[in-house]
């Protein structure tokens, strides 16, 4: 296992369109996020998953954005209708085990809206 | 005002200097404090992270954690042009799946 993948890596679409994320994670690891990052700050939370139910998501998300994780495997995050706000790197995280022991990111998708 | 502020810089110095970066925080639930590193167009790197006050070594890397004064460190001894890149504080309490708050990320350059 090479880590945590992410894909596309970048992504460009026009305004109102709709983008889909996907992300694998590490395979053992039961825990599942998903930050967005936008220039000069830090990754901001938006959703996680503990196997496949989604347990918390953040104010930040939207009713345009939907996230998946089916089977406890891999991720997909939806954005409807993109705004030019939307424009960020979407970064996946995974962990394991009841206590802390850090997140693993993958490198992220750069999505630009135009 | 944010949860965890993180001065952004930038920060310069010469190769081989001693780096300091530093964190404040405001919730007294925190009880693990990290440090991720973050180069250009990578996901972040988790370096150290600490549960509760006190000290922890890593090789060049040495980070402090104060709870009573809700303040957190970084140290960088004999800094290298290879320790160039953003340094994000992160911490997290018990509850809410780990879920983890960072700071903005302090951007380093080291001199060669």
């Known amino acids: 296992d090479t880590g945590v993948s992410q894909n596309p890596r970048h992504k460009i679409t026009k305004r109102g369109q709709n983008v889909t994320f996907r992300c694998d994670p590490i395979?053992?690891?039961?825990?599942l996020y998903w930050y967005r990052q936008t220039l000069g700050q830090g990754p901001e939370f938006l959703t996680y998953f503990q196997n496949e139910a989604q347990l918390e998501k953040s104010r930040l998300l939207s009713d345009r954005f939907s996230a998946e994780r089916p089977k406890g495997s891999f991720s997909t995050l939806e954005i409807q209708r993109t705004e030019q706000g939307d424009s960020a790197m979407y970064l996946c995280?995974?962990?394991?085990?009841?206590?802390?022991?850090?997140?693993?990111f993958g490198s992220g998708t750069r999505l630009t809206v135009v | 005002q944010k949860e965890v502020e993180q001065d952004p810089g930038p920060l310069s110095v010469p190769e081989g200097a001693i780096v300091s970066l530093n964190c404040t925080y405001s919730?007294?639930?925190?009880?693990?404090f990290m440090w991720y590193r973050q180069y250009s167009r990578k996901g972040p790197e988790l370096l150290m992270y600490?549960?509760?006050?006190g000290n922890k070594e890593d090789g060049r890397f040495t980070a402090q954690v104060d709870k009573s004064s809700k303040y957190i460190s970084l140290f960088i001894r004999d800094s290298q042009p290879s320790d160039s890149a953003t340094y994000l504080c992160?911490?997290?309490?018990?509850?809410?799946?780990?879920?983890?708050?960072f700071g903005a990320g302090t951007r380093l350059f080291v001199k060669a």
């Open positions: 992160a911490m997290t309490g018990n509850t809410g799946g780990f879920k983890t708050i």
């Open positions: 600490t549960y509760s006050s």
């Open positions: 995280a995974s962990s394991l085990g009841t206590d802390y022991s850090g997140y693993t």
């Open positions: 395979s053992e690891h039961n825990r």
């Open positions: 919730n007294s639930a925190f009880q693990y």
